[in-house]
């Protein structure tokens, strides 16, 4: 069955401190995870995709497939940063995304 | 582009009473989908459909109902009112990328919905 799993519920960092919200998942394929990411008073949104290997806002997440992590990362932690991120996996026919149960980011001053 | 919307943003129902949750996209999407988002327990799909038509079940569909019968509608029907069904309820559709290699979800604003 495929599962995503993130351990952290909720994750406190200060301000300018790196940052790295944990994200496992169970598939047996080639998997294709995202990121997306839910600000105070915002939709959810997409923030980024592994196979774009892109960095957004600063963020980057690496695929590894020997530890089937996604994990996010980001060196230097900024108070905007602060929100509900979830990471998400898509399924074999690709027509639908399984979420984890998100990570509470909170950035400390 | 208004994107996705959702009707109503807030709603208290008895236990018992039905209601529709609206959704609506004016991006031309095949794909649309309706989450429940429970505190600490992430986004479980309910129901989802490929296009006009199509509709199929996701993880937790039981006490819901859905149809499509447009390209820009994705209502979701909720018969019998339950306590378990208080939750927030999101609506969201779905693009490829312009080369294709990948896609993305883009979700409306919420319905909070608290049965009592």
């Known amino acids: 069955a495929q599962r995503v799993t993130q351990p952290e519920k909720l994750l406190s960092v200060f301000k300018g401190a790196p940052v790295e919200l944990k994200c496992n998942y169970s598939?047996?394929?080639?998997?294709?995870l995202f990121w997306y990411v839910q600000y105070s008073r915002q939709r959810l949104q997409l923030l980024l995709r592994h196979i774009s290997r892109e960095s957004i806002k600063g963020f980057t997440a690496d695929l590894n497939k020997g530890e089937t992590s996604f994990h996010l990362k980001k060196p230097f932690a900024q108070e905007e940063d602060s929100a509900m991120y979830y990471c998400a996996l898509s399924d074999t026919g690709a027509q639908k995304l399984v979420f984890g149960q998100g990570t509470r980011l909170t950035i400390n001053p | 582009n208004a994107g996705v919307t959702q009707t109503p943003k807030f709603r208290i129902l008895k236990i018992g009473q039905s209601m529709t949750l609206q959704c609506t996209q004016d991006?031309?999407?095949?794909?649309m989908y309706w989450y429940r988002q429970d505190p600490g327990m992430g986004l479980k799909l309910i129901y989802y459909?490929?296009?006009?038509?199509?509709?199929d079940k996701g993880e937790v569909p039981n006490g819901y109902n859905v149809s499509r019968s447009t390209t820009e509608d994705f209502p979701l029907r909720l018969e019998l009112a339950a306590p378990s069904q208080t939750s927030v309820y999101f609506c969201a559709s779905r693009s490829w990328t312009v080369d294709g290699s990948s896609y993305e979800q883009y979700f409306g604003p919420g319905t909070r919905l608290t049965v009592t």
């Open positions: 598939y047996s394929g080639s998997p294709e």
């Open positions: 459909s490929v296009g006009a038509g199509i509709t």
């Open positions: 991006m031309n999407h095949n794909y």
